[in-house]
């Protein structure tokens, strides 16, 4: 009987071995290395987005939007910048039509320029609140609220201007403003 175990011991550990080696050989040659599936968002990024949802009941709030899904070239013969597409927004607040009404950063402004550039480009308000002291329900509600009152005087104010200009006005009206270094900064006109 030893007889028959240890060859049926041999063969099953053959067996075993090669089973091993062939799982092995076909993940290193997967394209991808191997890949798994991880969480959207994560700590307080998650805790942000919920606040978010929660005082904005009538606003969808997007989440790790790339620039591209929400910018366009304004003339349509022009390539879409590289930077639209590398470019993600921690998130979008839009309104019931999915038109934008703010984005949403967390974090400091440090490498952040050529986002802040777009988004001031595309006269596009830019909230940033920092990662630790995250801000609640009442807040949030209280600036997208500011944001909105601010665009519906700005969009009036434009009509107004329009009609008594007779040329249509402008989408690319900036205000200058000093900043605290004695440069003059575009920003958007709201």
């Excluded at 919920?50 to 790339?66: E, Y």
């Amino acid at each position: 009987m030893d007889t028959i175990l240890v060859p049926a011991g041999i063969t099953l550990l053959l067996i075993v071995l090669v089973l091993l080696l062939w799982k092995a050989r076909r993940r290193r040659r997967s394209p991808t290395g191997g890949v798994r599936p991880c969480a959207v968002l994560e700590g307080n990024q998650r805790r942000l987005y919920r606040t978010l949802k929660a005082a904005l009941p009538d606003h969808h709030v997007l989440a790790r939007i790339p620039f591209a899904t929400f910018l366009t070239p304004r003339n349509s013969g022009e390539p879409q910048p590289l930077a639209l597409e590398t470019q993600l927004a921690d998130f979008v607040i839009c309104d019931s039509e999915f038109r934008v009404v703010a984005v949403v950063e967390m974090g400091i402004a440090e490498h952040r320029s050529e986002r802040d550039a777009l988004l001031r480009d595309a006269a596009l308000p830019l909230v940033r609140w920092s990662v630790n002291t995250l801000p609640d329900i009442d807040e949030i509600r209280e600036t997208i609220q500011d944001l909105e009152s601010l665009h519906a005087m700005s969009a009036s104010v434009t009509a107004h201007d329009a009609r008594s200009d007779g040329d249509g006005g402008s989408d690319d009206t900036v205000v200058q403003r000093r900043g605290a270094t004695g440069s003059t900064r575009r920003e958007p006109r709201l």
